[in-house]
């Protein structure tokens, strides 16, 4: 009898060790897909801009999710101010956008995931940070955020482009170097071959020229030979 409560107790904790394996790989695999398809809100590759003062620029933002969005709450924030926010219904459906600002304009489209705005008449109290900021109620009110950084100057920085002039110019001489080169040795072949074809018609034409002679003078002492 203690034998058999034995065995039944280790298959007994063989099969929780199973189902506790089991519910791991479950969670893990679960955890694996909500990270992929979890919201995500980018703006762009290039996350600094420098603008000149007084000039309009472009505050870029789009958002992704992999299983799709339902009242997508979204907003642009700079020190904690809020420049403008609104809610997408759905997918395709455009947002009703309430601005608090009076330089910034929603130019985003839900259609392309597009929550981007404008910042009319930049002045140098507009540098700083401006985060875009969205949350997913489908997803358990998952949400992301990505921070801008605006700059900006009197005048536009200068790049110098005196290396990049100087390579292009040795390049093309050196390409120009080599197709003059190409051209020189493509007459002088063509002369050198126009050459030896002369040569040959001149042994062509003395070789005919002596075979003849040497023919007709056979001839003329086979003639010249006195009868016996």
Request: net charge neutral; glycine share 10%.
């Amino acid at each position: 009898m203690v034998m058999a409560d034995s065995t039944g107790s280790n298959v007994s904790s063989r099969q929780r060790s199973g189902d506790l394996l089991h519910a791991g790989l479950a969670v893990a695999l679960l955890l694996g897909i909500w990270s992929v398809a979890g919201l995500e809100v980018s703006t762009g590759k290039v996350s600094t801009l420098e603008a000149m003062n007084g000039s309009t620029v472009l505050l870029p933002c789009t958002y992704s999710s992999c299983i799709g969005i339902k009242n997508l709450y979204f907003n642009w924030t700079k020190n904690g101010t809020m420049l403008c926010e609104a809610v997408i219904p759905i997918e395709g459906v455009e947002p009703k956008v309430s601005v608090f600002h009076e330089r910034v304009e929603f130019v985003g489209s839900s259609k392309s995931n597009n929550i981007s705005i404008l910042l009319w008449n930049i002045t140098f109290e507009d540098e700083g940070e401006y985060v875009c900021f969205a949350k997913n109620p489908k997803e358990k009110n998952r949400n992301h955020s990505a921070i801008f950084t605006l700059i900006v100057v009197d005048q536009v920085k200068e790049v110098d482009n005196t290396l990049t002039v100087i390579i292009v110019s040795v390049l093309g001489g050196v390409i120009g170097l080599v197709i003059l080169i190409m051209v020189i040795k493509a007459l002088v072949v063509r002369f050198l071959c126009k050459g030896d074809e002369k040569n040959k018609e001149c042994l062509v034409s003395s070789g005919n020229d002596n075979t003849e002679n040497g023919l007709s003078g056979a001839k003329g002492e086979k003639q010249g030979t006195p009868k016996a």
